[in-house]
Antibody, heavy 121, light 112 residues
Framework: QITLKESGPTLVKPTQTLTLTCTFS??????????VGWIRQPPGKALEWLAL???????RYSPSLKSRLTITKDTSKNQVVLTMTNMDPVDTATYYC?????????????WGQGTLVTVSS | QSVLTQPPSVSGAPGQRVTISCTGS?????????VHWYQQLPGTAPKLLIY???NRPSGVPDRFSGSKSGTSASLAITGLQAEDEADYYC????????????FGGGTKLTVL
């Protein structure tokens, strides 16, 4: 049974750096083809893909946010960490981490419950 | 705005059939990348509903079906039920720039 859970601050101030952790179970990020990504959803708005890290440490970033994002993994702890710098109120959103089982599928098989992050002074 | 275009809302009475369209371009759906659909029930995380244009994960009723043609895709729901009321998102991959995952703007399905 695959599960993912996001954790991190619920409130950050403008210009601060956001650090989110995705802790997962039911799969290993050392298995060929597997990846974990981050997707966000502002209140009442659509989903937006942010970043993805594969089993072999291949990293992909949204072109529009690449300069602000860093994704890393700790395979031994079954965790993936996303950092986003220079936070702004427009970054207020629910942040989801999600699992992909094969690089060629280009989809998200399982999602975490999400964590709401509010950016406000 | 989203790279993939969906109607903001659709509605139908119980038992009816509804379709949701998803229009892309030559760098995503038209380039041959598969379309996937997610269902997001109120207050919950998205769930994979259709993958690879027309395949259903285990546990998804066969009332849900998907298709793709050219630069567009469609999700069809037959025999509408009250529990189908949710937001639906299409998703594909775009090969422009360095390549990235793209979503539609979402469609709110209301069961009348």
């Amino acid at each position: 049974q695959i599960t993912l859970k996001e954790s991190g601050p619920t409130l950050v101030k403008p210009t601060q750096t956001l650090t989110l952790t995705c802790t997962f179970s039911g799969f290993s990020l050392s298995t060929s083809g597997v990846g974990v990504g981050w997707i966000r959803q502002p209140p009442g708005k659509a989903l937006e893909w942010l970043a993805l890290i594969y089993w072999d440490d291949d990293k992909r970033y949204s072109p529009s946010l690449k300069s602000r994002l860093t994704i890393t993994k700790d395979t031994s702890k079954n965790q993936v960490v996303l950092t986003m710098t220079n936070m702004d109120p427009v970054d207020t959103a629910t942040y989801y981490c999600a699992h992909t089982r094969a690089e060629w599928e280009l989809l998200w098989n399982y999602w975490g419950q999400g964590t709401l992050v509010t950016v406000s002074s | 705005q989203s790279v993939l275009t969906q109607p903001p809302s659709v509605s139908g009475a119980p038992g009816q059939r509804v379709t949701i369209s998803c229009t892309g371009s030559s760098s995503n759906i038209g380039a041959g990348y598969d379309v996937h659909w997610y269902q997001q029930l109120p207050g919950t995380a998205p769930k994979l509903l259709i993958y690879g244009n027309s395949n259903r994960p285990s546990g998804v009723p066969d009332r849900f079906s998907g298709s793709k043609s050219g630069t567009s895709a469609s999700l069809a729901i037959t025999g509408l039920q009250a529990e189908d009321e949710a937001d639906y998102y299409c998703q594909s991959y775009d090969s422009s720039l360095s390549g990235f995952w793209v979503f539609g703007g979402g469609t709110k399905l209301t069961v009348l």
